[in-house]
């Protein structure tokens, strides 16, 4: 550019229209585009996929509307789909999978946040994040060798025995139930517990532990009556979390479930998820309103994983920010 | 001091901590333990199994022995190859919108999109590939596989590539702009290479996540016995042939089905432990 | 009270190994420190510290940053124990009773400790104070416990009609007047203060010395503090410690107006600190 003295007055400057290339050159712009195309793209899938799952599950929700959640009866071939035994296998299912993971993994996390020292406490949470890595159909394939006899010729007939009068616990008992997949989702779960718990056990201040114990607690008084309830909220939404997991599994459930849609207040009983519903019969649902209802199916489970998931997340930061600064 | 609960209450308080505290070591003890038993079961029943045959040689047809899962192995790459085409390219793009370009509220909004497709399950994945791609091609194929798997990995492909990015510190980015280098630029330049490992162990952990599912392939890339030339046709994969292996009724099958398990979860473990260590030395993992 | 920079001054100088500050005729002792020697790990942090805090008084530990008057406080109930690599050599005697030979639990009933930020429970103002009473099985009256110990760190009116509001609904400075009450409320025998009054502002500050001062009738302090004029007001012994060595100990108003050690009269007269 060149610089004009203020004596002389130089010609007018000539503006040049800058061209596309000249502009691409510099670039942000079209960076920005770029960018955003691919940021927005995420926004259209999952537009998409809320949407198809919608839109393809419209007959079985036009014909049975909320009768769908209600009926117990799922015969593809009478064309009749209650979703009622797969929602309490779910249900069942998972909620077995926390009353066994919740104690375990919150019992692990306490011991890495509390008591081990640093360094073990890294290793031993660099092998539980190992764990939640492990694909699900290992968990599934050891759930068929291993859990499913174990429940068979080991746990069933112990828990008859002694807990025989519980309609929880009657027989008879082949293996694949309620309990099993139970516990199965409860070892694939745990993990999740443990780490995110640990971290928020790690987050509680130092002093807090410290005016307990000044006051004469123990150590168990400190953790259990002051940090735990201290990091409560990011517990929990640790367990929301694990809970979501332990809903959507598909594979390790179907393998060891038994896959059979019925009620059954015996946990040993065999029984049936809507994820396993679904990949059992998707590939076989010939008619259109088959598929759709398994769809349907699909779309509950999307629908509740969601809120769930949103709950977790609003927990654990809830720890973070309103225990805050005291003073 | 006669308010006081006497010296045999501390003495219980006491041995109740000790129990409590024990009790937990146990607990975390277990949790150990259940690692250290899959991988022990799995090299136990898959590894006698593991011969050159295996990595190299098609399924034989049940009652003949022999043969391989050379086909589910090369499978399970291929569609982890179509997954990254998807996975990595919005993820890493996305996330250089985020945290470089996008207003806050553009950026809350993806955020909180890709969040909610990580929340959704796998299945229902399976339930949205098959609706779009299977539905309308009418068959099967790999294609329609590694697109459910790469809609899986953009939501941790995405997050991470936005948080390191953000953790580059402004400084560097200040000293590129001074010389004159354009926003764009010094993001290339500067910024991703400045994240690159965190970006990279990202990637190679999401990879090792959708290796191991099972369920969106289901009914999208299914299964074959054979090669799947192509990009079209139904495609073996580990999971999928560990899943279907090991439900079936012959014993022979349950002892492949096992070694592809042990073979599959070397992969994701490998992976996993080479992600978390060598590469990712110094900087914390985003969940 | 500036030190006077008199000619005549008292130039003895304490043998270390000795217990420093003789208490006044008549004071009994309370707590006893014989030749306490402080590690972090490898790094020593206390050289051979000897001290007398005699009953029902204010004692004050001042000194520099770093000059171990936090980890000496700390050794009284034990809480140093809480880091791993701490290690410790000596003796330290509460009414003549070797405190390590005691019930760690026990101990800390009997010395209280009140933090230097206001570290209350997330429970409410209520359960913070009645938390040492439960958890010590404590066999009278929780309510009327807690409405005493409200009384005595002169919190009582000011919260008696919200107790079971959350205690982080209350100000800084209200917040570690309940941390005090919780403390008071297991009925110690010594109250240990790290610093109580550094992180509130000066009305607080003021209402918590008058607390400190009525309550001296019947509970021994012992006051780490940085502020000079704070224990020149409050306490009555002072404790002049740098880099780990226990400097001067004497009645507060000698050591103020007279101390004997350089060191010390540079400190009080502000040439370091």
Redesign the interface.
């Known amino acids: 550019m060149a610089i004009l003295t203020s004596a002389e007055k130089g010609p007018e400057p000539v503006v040049v229209p800058r061209s596309f290339f000249a502009r691409m050159a510099e670039g942000d712009q079209v960076a920005h585009a770029i960018t955003l195309t691919f940021a927005a793209s995420v926004l259209l899938i999952t537009t998409l996929l809320v949407v198809t799952l919608w839109t393809h599950s419209s007959l079985p929700r036009a014909k049975f509307g909320w009768a769908f959640f209600v009926g117990m009866v799922w015969d593809p071939v009478a064309e009749q789909f209650g979703a009622r035994p797969f929602i309490y296998g779910t249900l069942i299912t998972s909620a077995v999978s926390l009353v066994l993971a919740v104690p375990l993994g919150l019992g692990a996390a306490i011991f890495l946040a509390e008591l081990a020292s640093p360094k073990i406490s890294d290793w031993l949470t660099f092998v539980v994040e190992l764990l939640a890595a492990v694909p699900s159909v290992i968990y599934g394939l050891l759930g068929i060798f291993v859990v499913v006899p174990f429940v068979r010729t080991v746990l069933a007939p112990m828990l008859i025995a002694s807990l025989g009068f519980l309609p929880l616990f009657r027989g008879p008992c082949y293996g694949v139930s309620f309990l099993a997949a139970g516990l199965v989702l409860a070892i694939m779960i745990v993990p999740f517990i443990v780490s995110v718990s640990r971290e928020v056990l790690l987050a509680v201040p130092r002093d807090q532990r410290e005016a307990a114990l000044a006051l004469g607690s123990t150590r168990w008084e400190s953790t259990w009556k002051i940090v735990v309830p201290y990091a409560l909220s990011g517990i929990l939404g640790s367990v929301f979390l694990a809970l979501a997991r332990a809903l959507g599994e598909t594979v390790a459930v179907t393998m060891v479930v038994g896959n059979v849609p019925q009620i059954q207040a015996s946990l040993l009983a065999p029984g049936y998820s809507i994820a396993a519903v679904i990949a059992n019969e998707f590939v076989e649902a010939t008619a259109d309103i088959y598929l759709q209802a398994l769809v349907e199916l699909g779309l509950v489970l999307f629908l509740v994983t969601f809120i769930l998931n949103g709950l977790a997340r609003i927990l654990i930061l809830l720890t973070a920010r309103h225990r805050g600064s005291p003073a | 001091m006669s308010a006081w609960a006497g010296s045999r209450h501390r003495i219980v308080r006491k041995i109740i901590s000790y129990l409590m505290l024990s009790l937990t070591s146990l607990c975390a003890l277990a949790v150990m333990g259940v690692l250290l038993f899959i991988l022990g079961y799995l090299v136990w029943n898959g590894g006698s199994s593991l011969s050159l045959d295996f990595f190299t040689k098609l399924p034989k047809p049940v009652g003949e022995t022999g043969g391989g899962m050379a086909n589910a192995i090369v499978g399970s790459l291929k569609l982890l190859l179509l997954a990254s085409c998807i996975g990595i390219p919005i993820g890493v793009i996305g996330g250089i919108y985020m945290a470089e370009f996008g207003g806050k509220t553009a950026t809350f909004l993806v955020q909180f999109t890709a969040d909610l497709l990580n929340g959704v399950p796998s299945i229902v994945i399976g339930i949205f590939a098959y609706t779009v791609i299977v539905l309308k091609m009418k068959h099967f194929s790999a294609l329609a596989g590694g697109f459910a798997l790469g809609i899986m990995m953009i939501p941790i492909t995405l997050r991470s590539t936005e948080q390191f990015l953000r953790g580059v510190p402004v400084a560097l980015r200040e000293a590129a702009m001074a010389l004159g280098a354009s926003k764009w630029k010094t993001i290339v330049t500067v910024v991703v290479p400045a994240a690159y490992r965190g970006i990279l162990t990202a990637i190679l952990l999401s990879l090792a996540r959708v290796a191991g599912e099972t369920a969106p392939l289901l009914f999208t890339a299914f299964n074959n016995r054979f090669w799947s030339p192509g990009w079209n046709q139904p495609i073996a994969s580990l999971p999928v042939v560990v899943y279907t292996y090991a439900l079936s009724p012959y014993d022979d099958w349950h002892r492949q089905a096992w070694a592809c398990g042990l073979v599959l979860l070397g992969m994701v473990l490998v992976t996993n432990i080479i992600a978390r260590t060598v590469l990712s030395r110094g900087i914390s993992i985003p969940r | 009270m500036n030190a006077a920079v008199g000619a005549s001054r008292k130039m003895t100088s304490v043998p270390p190994s000795e217990p420093k500050g003789e208490p006044l005729a008549g004071l009994q002792t309370r707590l006893e420190v014989r030749g306490l020697n402080f590690y972090y790990g490898s790094k020593q942090a206390l050289f051979d510290v000897s001290l007398i805090v005699p009953i029902h008084r204010v004692t004050a530990l001042i000194g520099p940053s770093g000059c171990g008057k936090s980890t000496l406080l700390r050794t009284l ?1 034990r ?1 140093h124990e ?1 880091l ?1 690599i701490s290690r410790l050599a000596g003796k330290i005697l509460l009414d003549g009773e070797d405190i390590f030979r005691q ?1 760690v ?2 101990l ?2 009997r010395v ?2 009140v ?1 230097q ?7 409410s103002i209520f359960d913070n104070v009645a ?2 009473l439960r ?6 009256s929780i309510a009327e416990a807690v409405e005493k110990s409200l009384r005595r760190s002169a919190l009582w009116d000011e919260v008696k009609d919200s107790l079971h509001k959350s ?2 609904a209350i100000s ?1 400075g209200q ?2 007047r309940l ?1 005090i009450a ?2 008071l409320a ?2 110690p025998e010594v109250l240990l203060l790290d610093e109580p009054c550094s ?2 502002d000066p009305i607080s500050t003021a209402k918590i010395e008058e607390l400190l001062f009525s309550l001296r009738d019947n509970c021994t302090m012992v006051i780490v503090t940085h502020n000079m004029q704070q224990a020149a007001r409050t306490s009555d012994f002072t404790a002049f410690m740098l880099e780990g060595h226990l400097v001067e100990y004497q009645p507060t108003e000698q050591l103020f107006t007279n101390p004997s050690d350089p060191r010390t009269e540079a400190y009080i007269t502000g040439r370091f600190g």
């Open positions: 109930n809480m809480t791993k019930d639990t026990r800390r009933r209280g400790m933090f930020r206001p570290n209350p429970f997330p429970k938390y040492g958890v010590n099985g404590y066999k009278g205690a982080y800084g917040q570690q941390c919780r403390a297991v009925d992180a509130l």
